[in-house]
T-cell receptor, first 112, second 117 residues
């Protein structure tokens, strides 16, 4: 049973560029949440997708957008990258109505 | 807004000993979950244990147990018989829950635990 997978593992981008991160949820899960984890900090909630719609959003600017596909996989897009966007981006999946969220290994984004 | 506070940035424990990590939270909600997650250097966030706020009984998972004090809004993690593989960052997390589904996790800043041989 595959767990949550994310791609790519690492990514280096330049300020002003755009980036797309991808996530496949754990088998049987239908809800995907994205978190940003700055170095030395706890993860911060970006948004959550269910039934291909953004259901909840944290305190992040509109430069951060996402999408969920019919197979429940998800993408996180960040436009006009800033140095401060450098972080570990974590995807978590869950089943609607259940409490636990299961995390993927993350994508390390470095903005230079 | 919900907040989670972990007041111990770093802790260490001898192998085979017991250690307790502290967590307090602030919320006006009555229906919620609390979690402890472990993040080893490999950075994969692993669920250690969960506690539903409506349950009075403290959760236990093998060597891991919690002390949940709802009135005090306290949720500590006890690790018994510490092992070298327990070395990791430990995050306390809070989630408001409703019948419509689970929502966002709010995390503390973490406690770095080192198990010493």
């Amino acid at each position: 049973d595959a767990g949550v997978t994310q791609s790519p593992t690492h990514l280096i981008k330049t300020r002003g560029q755009q980036v797309t991160l991808r996530c496949s949820p754990k088998s049987g899960h239908d809800t995907v949440s994205w978190y940003q984890q700055a170095l030395g900090q706890g993860p911060q909630f970006i948004f959550q997708y269910y039934e291909e719609e953004e259901r909840q959003r944290g305190n992040f600017p509109d430069r951060f957008s996402g999408h969920q596909f019919p197979n429940y996989s998800s993408e996180l897009n960040v436009n006009a990258l800033l140095l401060g966007d450098s972080a570990l981006y974590l995807c978590a999946s869950s089943l609607v109505g259940a409490g636990e969220q299961y995390f993927g290994p993350g994508t390390r984004l470095t903005v230079t | 807004a919900q907040t989670v506070t972990q007041s111990q940035p770093e802790m260490s424990v001898q192998e085979a000993e017991t250690v307790t990590l502290s967590c307090t939270y602030d919320t006006s909600e009555n229906n919620y979950y609390l979690f402890w997650y472990k993040q080893p250097p490999s950075r994969q966030m692993i669920l250690v244990i969960r506690q539903e706020a409506y349950k009075q009984q403290n959760a236990t998972e093998n060597r891991f147990s919690v002390n949940f004090q709802k009135a005090a809004k306290s949720f500590s993690l006890k690790i018994s018989d510490s092992q070298l593989g327990d070395t990791a960052m430990y995050f306390c997390a809070f989630m408001i829950y409703s019948g419509a589904g689970s929502y966002q996790l709010t995390f503390g800043k973490g406690t770095k635990l080192s198990v010493i041989p």
